[in-house]
T-cell receptor, first 112, second 112 residues
Framework: GDSVTQMEGPVTLSEEAFLTINCTYT??????LFWYVQYPGEGLQLLLK?????DKGSNKGFEATYRKETTSFHLEKGSVQVSDSAVYFC???????????FGTGTRLTIIP | SQTIHQWPATLVQPVGSPLSLECTVE??????LYWYRQAAGRGLQLLFY??????ISSEVPQNLSASRPQDRQFILSSKKLLLSDSGFYLC???????????FGDGTRLSIL
């Protein structure tokens, strides 16, 4: 079946550090890929997405590129802020686009 | 624009009591609807999804049930709650045949 594997965490970085959170997937066909962010006590918010190979999704300084050859969608940000502290989820759509398969989430803490 | 509402935001219930959580979507027609559970510090578990009125797919067998009495209304129920039902319950919607999903703010359920 479909699966999404992401960096376990927790990840702790200093402010202005470079961030990478790894995400790889296995799926039938070519899924759409997503990163969601969950701030404490809140629901999930869509951060960015990519729908085909080599697409780059970007938002709020975060970027991720759909790499078909490595089945990956790693999340990156060049300079993190304290306000980026949250849990980040990678997700992939299933073949019929009815469901999403989520990774287990990566808790990110940024210290000033 | 589309909005999704979940209520209540928090709920404390005794073991063995019934449960009813409600989710409604505004600003769109015939959405796909989803119920997830997130245990403390854990990832997302898809419980149910629905592609239309009266159509419910169950992902995980348990003592919970879901119903969709109207196009944009999705209800999560239980006749007798267990301690293991504690968690953060999230409702989400997406367009038919499309992703991403858009999440509500969640209901934090504590079972005593």
């Amino acid at each position: 079946g479909d699966s999404v594997t992401q960096m376990e965490g927790p990840v702790t970085l200093s402010e202005e550090a470079f961030l990478t959170i790894n995400c790889t997937y296995t799926a039938t066909g070519y899924p759409s890929l997503f990163w969601y962010v969950q701030y404490p006590g809140e629901g999930l918010q869509l951060l960015l997405k990519a729908t085909k190979a080599d697409d780059k999704g970007s938002n709020k300084g975060f970027e991720a590129t759909y790499r078909k050859e490595t089945t990956s969608f790693h999340l990156e940000k060049g300079s993190v802020q304290v306000s980026d502290s949250a849990v980040y989820f990678c997700a992939a759509s299933n073949f019929g686009n009815e469901k999403l398969t989520f990774g287990t989430g990566t808790r990110l803490t940024i210290i000033p | 624009s589309q909005t999704i509402h979940q209520w209540p935001a928090t709920l404390v219930q005794p073991v063995g009591s019934p449960l009813s959580l409600e989710c409604t979507v505004e600003g769109t027609s015939n959405p796909n609807l989803y119920w997830y559970r997130q245990a403390a510090g854990r990832g997302l578990q898809l419980l149910f999804y629905s592609v239309g009125i009266g159509q419910i797919s169950s992902e995980v067998p348990q003592n919970l049930s879901a119903s969709r009495p109207q196009d944009r209304q999705f209800i999560l129920s239980s006749k007798k709650l267990l301690l293991s039902d504690s968690g953060f319950y999230l409702c989400a919607w997406s367009r038919i045949g499309d992703q991403p999903q858009h999440f509500g703010d969640g209901t934090r359920l504590s079972i005593l």
